[in-house]
């Protein structure tokens, strides 16, 4: 019998036959799927979209709930783990479904739910900011996204456990979830579930990551790949930090400071702090002169440490400042490693600002100007409640999705995850990426930065993607953009529309019947 999401399905029944307790608090009740579907239009790029929206939660069963038989001779039925809430957008009227291609979207955190590229990028609905992403005064709305990329493909956005209406289901430990292992394994496991249910498994598949999103992306690649049989056509990786080495700020460490300085330069001169030649000069032409700089010059001082001649160790310091905006005193004291929370509370000290991290166009105001790092990021001030709201709202009112848990739109779970088999080192998956790759070479890589993201600096990931070590004849698997804007770049419309043609154009490239694999 085809799955039909309009009818919940019973998830479990224990030894004895009784149903266990709901997630939502219910007693008794079963753990089931809970579906609904509604039909939608939106006007987008490309004309008229209809599509079909499915809402609700997939419930993710244990493979065997015993190892061992009772004493009867019987296996214990499938169990429930978790049950993980998603928003499914389907075109209607397409006449072989097997052959459109499929996103599943998610961000990162850890901890965080899916709502931001949802309503913020990919899906037919779009949070209303200013055009520039700048932030609105409540009460808070929704448009359409006339840059919505369903015109292109089916996007399913999924919300890891513990975030969004996503839970664990009782009797299981939601700290299970809350690691690197049990989050790739989840979110891998749920994704067969669906494209199985749904009849997709000869669609064209992409992955859609935001931040830890994108370590996540990279890691269901190899994930699926190997567990699952699954191979996907492409990732698109936004905001992407694939080795943790090269955001960490740590003592003896010295990626980070090389590799956020253009970043530094990009929001200085943004919040024109930089001398005025910089400043009257294109941020593109700025950005290749620190990257330059940094790399024949900044790479090299760093690595001499303490054996850094004074003389050269004050020229660094001078160049430093220069692209910084910040006072050379400052940058020696700071023995020429300027930190990113330090950074956003002195770069604009003497205006009584803080810059945001995680988009640096932003700023905010501090109790007082004296502290080293901010009070909090002005950039997720100014649109988390936007966010926040809408989801909430759009869920009951158009999507239809009823439930009295709180949408957990971010979790603070970073400061507790599991990273498991990283412990003592750097997390790192951008060797299962190029083994992924290595393996299906098929597997095509979209990487979008934005310049005033402090917090994923583009740098960093041309570092890494650089490092990976795939052979010249696979190195076209990537194609990488840069955009004027922070971490959500798509905040700003003019780059959201530039991202819906440049994503567009990927999937449907990555999609292609028929291609050669790339020649060795």
Known sequence: MAYDPARPTTATAGKSGAPSASADGGGSAPIVDRLGVRHHQVEADGGTVRYTTTTGRLVLQRERAAEKPDEAGRWEGAKPRAEVFFVAYTRDGVRDPGARPVTFSFNGGPGSSSVWMHLGLLGPRRVRLQDDGMAVAPPYELVDNVHTLLDTTDLVFVDPVSTGFSR????????????????????GDFIRLWVARFGRWSSPKFLIGESYGTTRAAALA??????????????????????????????????????????????????????????????????????????????????????????????????????????????RRSRLRIDIHRFCKELLRDRGRTVG???????????????????????????????????????????????????????????????????????????????????????????????????????????TLD???????????????????????????????????DLAAFVRDASAPGRSAPDA
Request: hydrophobic share 40%; glycine share 8%.
């Open 467 to 501: 490092h990976l070590g795939l052979p010249p004849h696979l190195r076209g698997n990537l194609v990488e953009r840069r955009y004027d804007g922070g971490h959500m770049m798509y905040v700003d419309l003019e780059i959201l529309a530039q991202m819906k043609r």
């Open 168 to 187: 664990a289901a009782p009797g299981e430990k939601p700290k299970d979830f809350h690691g690197f292992d049990g989050d790739v394994e989840s979110v």
């Open 357 to 463: 991290r995680i988009d640096a166009r932003y700023t905010g105001v501090d109790r007082d100007d004296a502290g080293a790092t901010p009070e909090f990021d002005p950039s997720m001030g100014a649109t988390t409640g936007a966010y926040g709201a809408t989801i909430n709202d759009y869920v009951r009112r158009e999507l239809g999705f009823e439930s009295d848990l709180p949408y957990e739109v971010i979790q603070g779970l970073y400061a507790s995850w599991d990273y498991g088999r990283f412990q003592n080192r750097y997390v790192n998956v951008a060797e299962t990426l190029r083994k992924a790759i290595a393996v299906h070479p098929f597997l095509k890589v979209f990487v979008a930065s934005g310049s005033f993201d402090l917090a994923t600096p583009q740098f960093a990931t041309r570092y």
């Open 222 to 331: 190899g994930y699926l790949q190997e567990r699952h049989a699954l191979y996907l056509n492409g990732l698109m990786l936004v905001s992407s930090v694939l080795d943790f080495a090269t955001v960490r700020f740590e003592p003896g460490n010295d990626l980070p400071p090389l590799l956020f300085l253009p970043a530094y330069a990009a929001a200085a001169h943004y919040h024109r702090a930089l001398p005025a030649d910089l400043q009257a000069r294109p941020l593109a032409d700025v950005l290749v002169e620190v990257e330059t700089w940094s790399l024949a010059e900044y790479g090299p001082a760093l690595l001499l440490g303490d054996a850094l001649p004074d003389e050269r160790a004050d020229a660094v310091a001078r160049q430093l400042a220069r692209y910084t905006g910040l006072d050379p005193a400052y940058v």
